[in-house]
């Protein structure tokens, strides 16, 4: 797991410092259009999409792997709250715990969809890749189900402070994030079975 979310960490550490200011292509402007939030959808991809490529699973890819470095970042934050609280015996920490569980389970399912979406680069035939798809779909669906609960369970305690809201954030942020992921994801899908249909992509257009 550890080498397979580092390196996703590092490229976009490297990036972000240029990521500003960058020209949206506009293929990711268009691809963005579907998506629930487009402005933070073209900030993410911008800086990480080969400029020049008109591939919807290049996007889906790049998006699932921001979701991944969110999530990972969130976690290892989440951890480190959870051991301060629980050496100071706050009342928080069970709901912390409880939301780094949520993380961890986000974490595992945003990477299942990525080998996921890998494979459907070489599915033989088109059941396999609505399997897959159906698969990816499913979990992409969990990590905003996960993100909900773990917001939804600070809603019992009177949270304040920097780093509630800090918590809060950051798993709003992955929340968001998968979900342009999924709606990219399901954009891809769309394309591919025009694709097979015999059709253009741009039928699928929004």
């Given at each position: 797991?550890?080498?397979f979310v580092l390196?996703?960490?590092?490229?976009l550490?490297?990036s972000?410092?240029?990521?500003?200011?960058a020209?949206?292509?506009?293929?990711i402007e268009?691809?963005?259009?579907?998506?629930?939030?487009?402005?933070?959808?073209?900030?993410?991809?911008?800086n990480?999409?080969?400029?020049?490529?008109?591939d919807?699973?290049?996007?889906?890819?790049v998006?699932?792997?921001?979701s991944i470095v969110k999530?990972?970042y969130?976690?290892i934050?989440?951890?480190?709250?959870?051991k301060?609280l629980?050496?100071?015996?706050?009342?928080?920490?069970?709901a912390?715990?409880?939301c780094?569980d949520?993380?961890?389970d986000?974490?595992?399912?945003?990477?299942?969809?990525?080998?996921?979406?890998q494979r459907m680069?070489?599915?033989?035939?088109?059941g396999?890749f609505?399997?897959?798809?159906?698969?990816v779909?499913?979990w992409l669906?969990?990590?905003l189900?996960?993100?909900?609960?773990?917001?939804?369970?600070?809603?019992?305690y009177?949270?304040?402070g920097?780093?509630?809201?800090?918590?809060?954030?950051?798993v709003?942020?992955?929340?968001q994030v998968t979900s342009?992921?999924?709606?990219?994801?399901n954009g891809?899908a769309?394309?591919?079975k025009?694709?097979s249909?015999?059709?253009?992509y741009?039928?699928?257009?929004?």
């Amino acid at each position: 797991m550890a080498k397979f979310v580092l390196p996703l960490i590092l490229l976009l550490i490297i990036s972000i410092f240029v990521v500003e200011g960058a020209l949206v292509p506009k293929f990711i402007e268009l691809q963005c259009r579907r998506t629930r939030y487009p402005d933070l959808c073209e900030r993410s991809l911008a800086n990480h999409v080969n400029p020049t490529s008109q591939d919807p699973q290049e996007i889906a890819q790049v998006a699932l792997k921001v979701s991944i470095v969110k999530a990972v970042y969130t976690k290892i934050y989440l951890r480190k709250v959870s051991k301060e609280l629980k050496q100071n015996k706050a009342k928080e920490y069970q709901a912390v715990e409880d939301c780094l569980d949520q993380m961890s389970d986000s974490v595992s399912q945003l990477t299942n969809s990525f080998k996921e979406l890998q494979r459907m680069k070489s599915a033989d035939a088109e059941g396999d890749f609505v399997w897959c798809q159906s698969n990816v779909q499913t979990w992409l669906s969990t990590v905003l189900t996960d993100t909900y609960i773990c917001m939804d369970g600070f809603s019992g305690y009177g949270m304040g402070g920097k780093v509630m809201a800090t918590i809060k954030a950051r798993v709003l942020n992955v929340a968001q994030v998968t979900s342009n992921t999924l709606a990219l994801f399901n954009g891809f899908a769309a394309w591919h079975k025009s694709n097979s249909n015999g059709g253009s992509y741009g039928e699928n257009e929004p």
